[in-house]
């Protein structure tokens, strides 16, 4: 599985992006997807997940203010990102795994984007 992440850039705080994950997956539909972030100097955090039957979840710092959405002819993800403020600064990664275990893991994804980096000024 290949995941290719798209639609990072500088935005001002209080503006929205957009980022698309694109999957070369066969059965696109039987993963788990998820969209990672990592600051500078910080560890790797989730952000949000969306299960292959369009189940979501989010990180609490981002409840509200985000959505991920899937689709599965298409075999992309996305993210619509909000309302960013300058703490959401950071290389945003998105990963796929198979359905098991928690998926606020990173250890849990079995394949990753190259990531794409989004800059909240303030």
């Known amino acids: 599985v290949q995941l290719q992440a798209s639609g990072g850039g500088l935005v001002q705080a209080g503006g929205s992006l957009s980022l698309s994950c694109a999957a070369s997956a066969r059965s696109f539909s039987n993963y788990g997807m998820g969209w990672f972030r990592q600051a500078p100097g910080k560890e790797r955090e989730f952000v949000a997940y969306?299960?292959?039957?369009?189940?979501?979840y989010y990180t609490d710092s981002v409840k509200g203010r985000f959505t991920i959405s899937r689709d599965n002819a298409k075999k992309t993800v996305n993210l619509q990102m909000n309302s960013l403020k300058p703490e959401d600064t950071a290389v945003y990664y998105c990963?796929?795994?198979?359905?098991?275990?928690?998926?606020?893991?990173?250890?849990?994804?079995?394949?990753w984007g190259q990531g794409t980096l989004v800059t909240v000024s303030s």
């Open positions: 990963a796929a795994r198979s359905p098991g275990g928690v998926i606020t893991l990173s250890s849990r994804y079995d394949y």
């Open positions: 969306v299960s292959g039957s369009g189940s979501t």
